[in-house]
Structures are given as structure tokens and as C-alpha cells.
């Protein structure tokens, strides 16, 4: 069985690395991308399973990126968990997404969080 | 006047007090954003290492993590102390130790502690600023950091006018925008400098200048010393 894809988008290397470092650690694929723009101009051709988005960020912010998100047919249901520094759960009910996590969150309550979207009933964690 | 009697307000006094309370608003909002981010993987990643076995954790994934972690701690060290120099300044409670100074040997002193990011500065021996020393060079710091993002080449030149000295930072293209929203500074800057704008702004107040955006060059105004010396050249050994 094909390992989820879980999409980190996020202008911060160091919060690039590490994400996918703990995601990579459990099993998952990992892809990045540094803003918005970097993220739709890849999710056409590598769909992910789930996308872990930050909101504030350079050339095009996480707001823009999940309206953009939501006009491509073939991408438009694509889960959303925005991972945020701002500390506003509002943002996250603005752009439509699954679920908030407010950074600094706990290495669980992400792993609890991409693992209840991409885990079918049943299903054990890719790394398990 | 009684003291239970409420002072009215004029609503030009009032607009501005919203201003300012907005803007400070958001220059926290921007300081909380900013710690968030290196806190979170200076957690993480000792997190991860603690759940390593101990022969993991002295393989190569451990030795990236400690890395990473230590270079996330060393990013929130930089952005508190940052912080905290700008809350003195806003209080107005640091003490100025305001003397003649020479610009150049500012300048050669911060140029020394960041040799990789400065080609090079051109300033008058001579030219004398009346400032806090230790202040200048923390503002020439943050904008030698601002300037010298992304291995930009710095040039630093210092020019006399009228009572003030400018030092004009030639590296990245300096944004106007970036003096009234932090965002469009130097957000999640690896270095921990993404409060090195709003910094080098409060001290050059401070020291009785300020910081302007010119031609796409950050300038830095200091009052100029009506009377300065340069320090004799240490005598060689015989």
C-alpha cells in the first residue's frame, strides 16, 4: 500500500526540516514548499494527501494559496491543517481547513492530526 | 482640577493613541510569530532526540537534530534579546552613556565581528558621532543583518550634513514598507534578526536620528560631534 503524502508548506527552513524529519520518521512521503505559489505549482502533479500549511508567508500567503487551492477541480478537496505561529484558530476557519494545530504544538497532536486525515478506519499508521 | 473629573480627550489625541496602540499591537503579534517558529523546532528536535536511543541519537539523523536544535535556541536567544532592547526603548528606560565617538571605529568594530557579510565601509577617520557608543553599533549590527541577508554584499559609507551623520547601508534592496510593518522586513529570518528593523528604528530615536529608506538604501542618522579626536594609534613595540 502507496505511504500517505503529506504537502508542508511553510517560508521557515527550520520548520521545513523538522516536520518533515518527524513525518519522515513515522512513515509518511514528504514533500515542501517555501510560500503558496511553490505549493500549487506542485500539487497538480504530486497529489498529496494532506497539506500542512502555514498562513504567513512571502510571494503568496496561506489564505491566497487555499482560495487557489479550492478553484482547481482537481485538487479542490485536498485537506487543509494550517500550522500556524499566529495564535488565531479564526484564520484557520477562514480558509476552509480540517484542523489547526498552533505552533509550538506537541509532535502528537500533529502525528494524531495527519494520521485521522489520511488513515482509513482501521488502517494502522504507515510507520506501525 | 478634581480628580474624579474624567480630562477630555481631544479625538486628533485620541486617533493617535488608537495608531499607536495598533501599531503596538502588531509589533507584538509580529514578536510572537517570530519566537514561535525557532521554539517550535528547538522543542521538536529535542524531543525527537530524546525519544533516540542513545546509538541513534550519535548517528547522523542525531547529529542533524542537535544542530538544528542549537541553531533554533541560538535564533530565540537573538529574537529576546532583541525584544527586550526594544521594550527598554520604548519605556525609555535604558541609561545613555552619550559621548563623542568615531564613526569609523563604530563601524571598523562592527565590521570586525561580521567579516562575512561586509565587503567593505568607506568613512572619514576624522568624523566624529555624539552617541551611545554600544547602542550604534547594536543599530549598525541589526542593519548590517538586514542588508547582508541572504550573503548580500555590505557597504557601509558614512556621510557628514548639517548636525548629523548618516551611515548609508548599500546591500538587499531596503523596502520603505519595512519600517512600519515588520513583515516586510526580515520575517523568519534564519539568524533571528526578523526584529532588526524595529530595532535599529528605536535606537537611532533614541540616540536623537533615524531610519529612513533612500533610494532603495537603508540610512542611519546620528548627531554629529561638534568636537572629536581620534584616539592615538596604540605606540608598536620596540
Not at chain 2, 545613555?96 to 568607506?122: F, I, Q, W
Not at chain 2, 559609507?157 to 515588520?182: I, K, S, W, Y
Amino acid at each position: 500500500m502507496t505511504r500517505p503524502l503529506v504537502l508542508v508548506v511553510d517560508d521557515d527552513p527550520d520548520i521545513l526540516d523538522a516536520i518533515c524529519d518527524i513525518l519522515d520518521a513515522e512513515g509518511y512521503r514528504v514533500s515542501r514548499a517555501r510560500h503558496g505559489q511553490e505549493a500549487l505549482d506542485q500539487v497538480e502533479s504530486a497529489r498529496p494527501d494532506i497539506i500542512l500549511l502555514d498562513l504567513m508567508m512571502p510571494v503568496m500567503d496561506g489564505v491566497a494559496f487555499s482560495q487557489a487551492l479550492r478553484q482547481r477541480p482537481l485538487v479542490s478537496d485536498i485537506p487543509i491543517v494550517v500550522i500556524s505561529a499566529d495564535g488565531n484558530p479564526q484564520r484557520a476557519a477562514a480558509v476552509g481547513a480540517a484542523g489547526y494545530l498552533a505552533k509550538p504544538f506537541d509532535i502528537d497532536a500533529l502525528l494524531a492530526q495527519v494520521a485521522g486525515i489520511t488513515r482509513a478506519p482501521g488502517e494502522p499508521r504507515p510507520g506501525a | 482640577m478634581d480628580r474624579t473629573e474624567s480630562p477630555e480627550v481631544k479625538p486628533e489625541v485620541a486617533a493617535r493613541g488608537a495608531e499607536g496602540s495598533d501599531e503596538r499591537a502588531g509589533h507584538l503579534g509580529f514578536v510572537a510569530h517570530e519566537i514561535r517558529n525557532p521554539l517550535s523546532t528547538a522543542l521538536w528536535t529535542a524531543e525527537m532526540l530524546a525519544r533516540m536511543t542513545t546509538q541513534d541519537r550519535g548517528g547522523a539523523r542525531g547529529e542533524k537534530l542537535s544542530a538544528m536544535c542549537l541553531r533554533s535556541v541560538t535564533r530565540v536567544r537573538q529574537l529576546v534579546e532583541d525584544h527586550f532592547m526594544c521594550e527598554r526603548l520604548d519605556a525609555g528606560g535604558l541609561p545613555l552613556r552619550v559621548e563623542a565617538v568615531g564613526a569609523k571605529e563604530a563601524l571598523d568594530a562592527v565590521l570586525e565581528r561580521h567579516p562575512a557579510e561586509t565587503a567593505s565601509s568607506d568613512v572619514d577617520p576624522l568624523l566624529g558621532v555624539q552617541v551611545d557608543r554600544g547602542l550604534l553599533e547594536r543599530a549598525l549590527e541589526a542593519m548590517v543583518a538586514v542588508a547582508g541577508a541572504e550573503r548580500t554584499p555590505v557597504t557601509i559609507v558614512a556621510h557628514a550634513t548639517d548636525g548629523d551623520v548618516g551611515f548609508e547601508v548599500h546591500g538587499r534592496r531596503a523596502e520603505q514598507a519595512a519600517l512600519a510593518d515588520p513583515t516586510k522586513g526580515s520575517p523568519s529570518d534564519p539568524s533571528g534578526r526578523a526584529l532588526a528593523i524595529p530595532l535599529a528604528r528605536r535606537i537611532a530615536a533614541a540616540l536623537g536620528g533615524g531610519l529612513t529608506v533612500q533610494e532603495g538604501r537603508w540610512l542611519l542618522t546620528v548627531p554629529r560631534a561638534r568636537a572629536y579626536t581620534p584616539r592615538p594609534a596604540p605606540a608598536a613595540n620596540p
